[in-house]
């Protein structure tokens, strides 16, 4: 095992064994240790009285490897050295990325409700005042520049973040350090259809529905039926379309006929992988290693398949190296939580602009809906206008039922008469913390607060397993 280092501003140096020194000046009060223990995080020494010279620091070279994935992300961290892979940490995260659709669609539910009932609004307005009231609101300029949708964002976003998550866990000079993913493609032609050769790969397998009914044959009044339904997730594509008339269409959503035809896979994960790698190869800093020769060399290294294997065996290819030292290794499994809550928020008032008293604009850029102009729109200021200038910080006010929750889901406690950790998964009652972890503790899955202690807030990405702290 080895500790990481830093010094008194926060500069990351390289690990030590020397544990007697470092326990000596804790003691003291010359150093602290950050993280270890109970957090979770794998841990790293402070040193209050010393500052690196960076002149002086032996040349390194330290490899992050990201595995992609959908709803796990595998991770290394490792170094070479004297030609032997020394391998610091392997691990999964567990992403959120499937989560974002559904989140989307009730979004756009709740989006449709507001202007369904803000368009009635209108039009009783305007009977009761006998003239046309319309509703014109400006385009933001905004959302023409990024038309990407959330999911894939976030999917981008959550690869990146956890590169800089690593980086915390395992400081060392950035300068040392190479980012390197795996590069997956994924033949979803191939997979969905199976194999073709020559021009009839490009030649497109879809072909329309025959319109006639597939339970009776009829012709004549038919209606689109989609075998996998929408809400379910299914698309518009011609595979997952059939046509039926009327009255059969009605005994099948009512359960009395069955449709024995299955509809077409939907292999919304593998395009979102295929769509996030294509948009991280635009960054000039990550390498890639073909996932052909991520295989071969996972054999070789005898490991198993698995998302933390795949991401160790991407470094060894990187690198050109069978050999492996995994005495220093750490296991760490993350799970990726929503760090906001918009169920403990009431309302948030704006941010305030005021000069001699008199409110001159609200937030720093237009809020929906927002007549009043915003501080972009009144700057700049003239010097002696800027000076009297005084900010009122905008504030969140509590939902009245929910701001007593003793915690939110992804914070770090620890459960005082046992001295064991969990990370509380969701907000269910005002008097209990909830976590499946403390199944294996307590025996339930509950525990009053009064028993236990906070030790972290929601990072958003979260260590709930770390091998050095069970061990």
């Not at 009231?133 to 038309?147: E, G, I, S, W």
């Not at 896979?265 to 390498?287: D, F, S």
């Amino acid at each position: 095992m080895v500790i990481f280092t830093v010094d008194k501003h926060g500069r990351p140096g390289h690990p030590t064994r020397r544990f007697d020194m470092v326990r000596k000046l804790v003691k003291q009060g010359r150093a602290k240790i950050i993280g270890g223990g109970t957090s979770g995080k794998p841990p790293v020494v402070m040193f209050l009285d010393r500052e690196f010279d960076y002149t002086k620091t032996i040349e390194r070279r330290l490899f992050v490897v990201l595995d992609p994935g959908y709803h796990h992300i595998g991770f290394a961290v490792c170094e070479l050295r004297w030609g032997v892979l020394i391998v610091y940490c392997i691990g999964v995260l567990e992403t959120r990325i499937p989560e974002i659709k559904d989140l989307m669609t009730k979004r756009r539910g709740y989006r449709r409700n507001r202007r369904y009932h803000s368009r009635c609004r209108k039009k009783r307005m305007s009977k009761r005042q006998s003239r046309v009231l319309t509703k014109f609101k400006a385009p933001r300029n905004v959302r023409t520049k990024d038309r990407t949708n959330a999911t894939l964002r976030h999917g981008i976003e959550t690869h990146l973040n956890l590169y800089k998550k690593l980086l915390k866990f395992f400081p060392f000079p950035v300068e040392q350090f190479v980012f390197v993913m795996e590069d997956n493609i994924f033949d979803v032609r191939t997979m969905t259809w199976g194999k073709t050769d020559g021009t009839g790969y490009q030649k497109s397998p879809r072909v329309p529905a025959e319109k006639k009914c597939i339970l009776c044959g009829t012709e004549d009044n038919l209606q689109k039926h989609h075998l996998i339904q929408r809400k379910c997730g299914g698309t518009d594509v011609q595979e997952n379309v059939v046509y039926l008339c009327r009255d059969c269409h009605e005994d099948v959503h009512a359960g009395r006929v069955y449709i024995p035809v299955d509809g077409v896979k939907q292999w919304r994960a593998l395009g979102t992988v295929n769509a996030i790698i294509g948009r991280l190869r635009e960054i000039p800093w990550l390498k890639f290693v073909p996932a052909s020769d991520v295989v071969q060399m996972r054999k070789r290294l005898g490991l198993e398949k698995g998302h933390a294997n795949d991401a160790l065996a991407t470094a060894a290819v990187f690198c050109n190296c069978t050999e492996t030292d995994r005495t220093h290794m750490i296991e760490l499994n993350m799970v990726k939580f929503r760090r906001h809550n918009r169920a403990r928020i009431h309302a948030v008032r704006d941010r305030l602009y005021k000069v001699d008293g008199k409110i001159v604009a609200k937030n720093r850029r237009k809020r929906t809906d927002q007549k009043e102009p915003s501080f972009a729109d009144i700057s700049p200021l003239p010097p002696e206008i800027q000076r009297k200038l005084k900010v009122y910080p905008g504030t969140k006010i509590l939902n009245p039922l929910r701001k007593e929750m003793p915690t939110i889901a992804g914070e770090v406690w620890v459960h005082e008469p046992t001295g064991k950790r969990f990370v509380t998964t969701g907000v269910v009652s005002q008097k209990y913390l909830y976590s499946p972890q403390l199944e294996k503790i307590v025996g339930k899955t509950y525990v009053k607060p009064e028993e236990c202690k906070r030790i972290l807030r929601n990072e958003g990405i979260v260590v709930m397993y770390n091998s050095l702290y069970h061990s």
